[in-house]
Nanobody
Framework: QLYFVESGGGSVQPGGSLTLSCAAH????????VGWFRQATGKRREGVSC??????RTWQLDSVKGRFTISRDSSIVYLYLDNLHPDDTGNYFC???????????????????WGRGTQVTVSS
């Protein structure tokens, strides 16, 4: 069975930082693009960032540019969250794209093997 497991979420004050991890289980991550997504209560899922399989090219949601950074090694994809805002609150989860190029990263189209997520709460 193929799936991701996310970790690293928590409760922080505005301006705080977190590091999220997305670990692959049951498959080799090398050939997959991996995206981080989030969903706040009552809102639709949105793509936050994605990293391609081959060349490590990355994409970010406009509202997180300069604050969030995605990176990967052979088995884990990380999302570094800096200068967090209350609007960043939500369940953060990852998914994989076997084509490898993050084509549908903004809404998750073409992504699969979703993890259950890790909760990020930003409040004072």
């Amino acid at each position: 069975q193929l799936y991701f497991v996310e970790s690293g979420g928590g409760s922080v004050q505005p301006g705080g930082s977190l590091t999220l991890s997305c670990a692959a289980h049951g498959f080799n991550l090398d050939r997959f693009a991996v995206g981080w997504f989030r969903q706040a209560t009552g809102k639709r899922r949105e793509g936050v960032s994605c990293i391609s399989a081959s060349d490590g090219r990355t994409w970010q949601l406009d509202s997180v540019k300069g604050r969030f950074t995605i990176s990967r090694d052979s088995s884990i994809v990380y999302l570094y969250l800096d200068n967090l805002h209350p609007d960043d609150t939500g369940n953060y989860f990852c998914g994989g794209d076997s084509v490898g190029y993050c084509a549908g990263w903004k809404d998750g189209a073409g992504f699969a093997w979703w993890g259950r997520g890790t909760q990020v709460t930003v409040s004072s």
